[in-house]
């Protein structure tokens, strides 16, 4: 399995912008899918965004027009740009790694804690 590590969380204002960061411990070349997943407190994790080793990207619809999901295969990174943040966007983001399309998101990292906040 792929080490992720996330970074790039912290407190920022309604209307401000984040960029979180997801570093691999190996190559993402292969793996079918990354994705950023979130879960605030009481709530279920759920899922943001994902991006297939093809580029193709999809959003849950809360975060549509205001977030982007991007991967750098030769730095084994994967970032999620979030702009016009809210405050019911304050959650702890993980990134995941579903190595092909039958397996299921087998790689998980600690978590980077977002609070949208004034």
């Known amino acids: 399995q792929v080490q992720l590590v996330e970074s790039g969380g912290g407190l920022v204002q309604p209307g401000g912008s984040l960029r979180l960061s997801c570093a691999a411990s190996g190559s993402i070349f292969n793996i079918y899918r990354m994705g950023w997943y979130r879960q605030a407190p009481g709530k279920q994790r759920e899922l943001v965004a994902t991006?297939?080793?093809?580029?193709?990207?999809n959003y849950a619809d809360s975060v549509k027009g205001r977030f982007t999901i991007s991967r750098d295969n030769a730095k084994n990174t994967v970032s999620l740009q979030m702009n016009s943040l809210k405050p019911d966007d304050t959650a702890v983001y993980y990134c995941?790694?579903?190595?092909?399309?039958?397996?299921?998101?087998?790689?998980w990292g600690q978590g980077t804690q977002v609070t949208v906040s004034s």
């Open positions: 995941a790694a579903q190595r092909t399309p039958v397996t299921g998101w087998g790689s």
């Open positions: 991006i297939s080793s093809g580029g193709t990207t």
